[in-house]
């Protein structure tokens, strides 16, 4: 349990070339600038801050950090970035996928960045290679886009019945398009039909689920959005009154109730971030550190959700998880 003044230190509130920006600092800031809100996002801060106390940093004592925090608000994340700069931070800990992290490349090109995206950060300009990133940002690849269908034919394995899939998604997020195109093309090849709901707020995600229920698709997929990630029990409760199975891409929704996930561990991601931002206050340069690709997928099964819909787990699909909640 974290103890009151714990969570307030958890949650407080031009630079000069590199590495000069360090050593002129006595105590040097590590700014994090997230999409979500801190009360949703204190787990994956904790392995953020797990990752710097392993390489020997901690915030109070050799380093400090400057949490910014735009809560759901994409406008806000150009001038929050701006607002690190000018505190000149050592180095930029972008959190909630490409949105944060482009909106930092826009905002510095001699502040280390140190990113965790779901898409190719190749593709979006974030760095010239994997291997070699070449400018001022590095970090971590979280995978989203390539995971959909691997999602979709979860689902299905659970759902065989489900003639169409919804897919629940948020316009304002940069990889939506493609992640909404790329399940369009995965249904098609498994002979199924998408309905895209799109959402950004509490009360857009409360009215794609009536216009779910006016449209009866036999699943639901939950698109990446960390925006959905910090609203999941909404999204779970939802799920539940509406009878509906769905899968998700975190395992912070099985655990709050949701039937299933799919992906990447974020807390291990955050812990890597940490780590390469810890290097980088020590003097490595950010061009030199290789972009992390995480290559574990987890499956994470609720059966305590599938009982109470009456939804049966197919054995085969029980034999793969490598979580069941019960």
């Known amino acids: 349990m974290i103890e009151r003044r714990e969570f307030i230190a958890l949650f407080g509130g031009p630079a000069a070339a590199w590495p000069l920006a360090v050593q002129a600092q006595e105590r040097p800031i590590v700014g994090f600038l997230s999409i979500a809100a801190a009360d949703s996002f204190a787990h994956l801060v904790a392995g953020f801050r797990r990752g710097l106390d392993e390489a020997g940093f901690f915030d109070g004592r050799n380093v400090t950090i400057e949490y910014r925090w735009a809560e759901g608000q994409y406008g806000q994340l150009p001038s929050l970035a701006a607002d690190l700069v000018r505190r000149q931070v050592a180095v930029i800990v972008t959190s909630g996928g490409d949105n944060p992290a482009l909106a930092a490349k826009a905002a510095t090109s001699t502040i280390p960045i140190v990113f965790n995206v779901g898409d190719d950060p190749v593709k979006i300009g974030l ?7 070449g400018g001022n940002a590095t ?11 691997k999602r979709l034919g979860l689902l299905l394995d659970v759902v065989p019945a489900a003639g ?3 897919l ?7 990889p939506a398009a493609a992640n909404a195109r790329e399940a369009q093309l ?7 039909d998408i309905v895209v709901l799109k959402a950004s707020t509490p009360t857009e995600i409360d009215a794609a689920f009536d216009e779910m229920q006016q449209a009866r698709p036999g699943a639901l997929l939950v698109g990446s959005d960390p925006i959905f990630n910090s609203r999941r029990e909404q999204i779970v409760e939802l799920a539940a009154r509406h009878a509906i199975p769905a899968i998700y891409e975190w395992r912070e929704f099985p655990q709050a109730g949701g039937l299933m996930s799919y992906g ?3 807390v291990e991601a955050y812990r ?8 980088i206050l020590k003097g490595a340069k950010p061009a030199e550190l290789p972009v992390v690709q995480l290559s574990k997928f987890g499956l994470i099964i609720n059966l305590k959700t599938a009982n109470a819909v009456g939804l049966a787990i197919p054995p085969a699909v029980l034999a793969i998880a490598d979580e069941v909640i019960e």
């Open 168 to 174: 629940l998604t948020n316009p304002n997020f940069a």
């Open 186 to 192: 995965a249904a098609h090849r498994l002979g199924r």
């Open 164 to 166: 169409s899939i919804a």
């Open 127 to 133: 760095v010239a290679s994997l291997a070699h990133p």
């Open 139 to 149: 970090g971590v690849n979280i995978f989203t886009i390539e995971l959909v269908e």
């Open 264 to 266: 990447t561990n974020l």
């Open 272 to 279: 890597l971030q940490g780590s390469y931002a810890g290097r």
